[in-house]
């Protein structure tokens, strides 16, 4: 398996941008949410077919695409989902934003999301004019909760939206059923659009079973918009190929109207992957997970023994979360970059307390990683 995960492949000189802001200092990328690791092989033969085809005229979607992703949602979450339910959308952060536009036509300019969350959740398109509310999501004895009274409290008139993030990025939390309902019951006193993340969906690392909000009831499915990719699990992000699912005829007609002059066609790679990454892919995601369930581990274990550090095990996602707030540092990602590591700051996020260190990558560039971090910390302890 490890050979599956490695040896590195090189990407300091290529497109990604991950790799491309350090490109010339010597900061190991821990940032942004992609991994290093190779797509499947039957992921890039599919891709390669397709290529060979010799003609890449603009695309729509396919039957069978439609197809892997009703068996996807059969199998791994027994949820049943018609194909004429699912809208091709290239990418889940426009999904975001139709969702806030939406919500704008009926008149409702505002939106209301969990923090700390992925900045798109946080942050609308300037295209929009938009408002964005938060609320708290609270540690209580090392579990994350949604703090609904809070969400009550942040409900404005204007606010026409939830912006929902299962799992959560950064915190890697897995919502259970409970959580769910008592999420959607505010959304439905409040008549509330929903609109669930779930892009992370593939990647739990414990063994909970991914819930989608919208598989709850049919009255929370009217009023739900799931937005969901392969491209985290898969590492094919550079391919857009995400996908909205919308029971409610009349939400999944404005939405499609409204992505139109937008967002443009589908990416005929991206669909084709995308059924390769649900028809053949099991076998290459349970290795993922099995590997990066180590990663964390290892992370974990050494965050454990760092004066001044602390993380919650992320329980799904290849992100961790870790407080740095009793280190007391002016910048911390400036701290890290300056010894050789580069975080996502928890600021992005809404929490500076905090560091965001994706482990989507190979066991010696983590540990390489883990040293570096943890020497900058020790000599910084020292002064
Ligand atoms: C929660 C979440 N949503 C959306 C995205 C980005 O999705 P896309 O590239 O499909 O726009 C990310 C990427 O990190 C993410 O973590």
Redesign the pocket.
Known sequence: MTELFGPAIDRDSSDSIKWKRYADRDIIPMWV?DMDFQVPQEIRDAIKRRIDHGVLGYGSDSADWRQSIVEHCKYHYRWEVQPAWIVPTP????GLNIARALSAQRGKSAGITTLPV?P?LRFHSPILEFADRGFNTLLDNGVWKLDLDDMQANITADVGVMLF?NPH?PIGKVYDREELLALADVCEKQDLLICS?E??CDLILNGKQHIPIASLSPEISRRTITLM?P??TFNI?GL?A?FAIIEDPDLRQRYAKLQYGLVGHVNILGTVAAAAAFQTGEPWRQDLIAYLRENQRIIAERVGTIAGMSMIPSEATFLAWINISELQLDNAPKFFEANGVGFSPGSDFGDENYVRLNFGCQRDLLVKALDRMELAVRNHRRF
């Open positions: 949410a990418g889940v952060v426009k992925y798109h993030c990025n993340d892009i992370h990719a491209s985290k992000a857009d995400a």
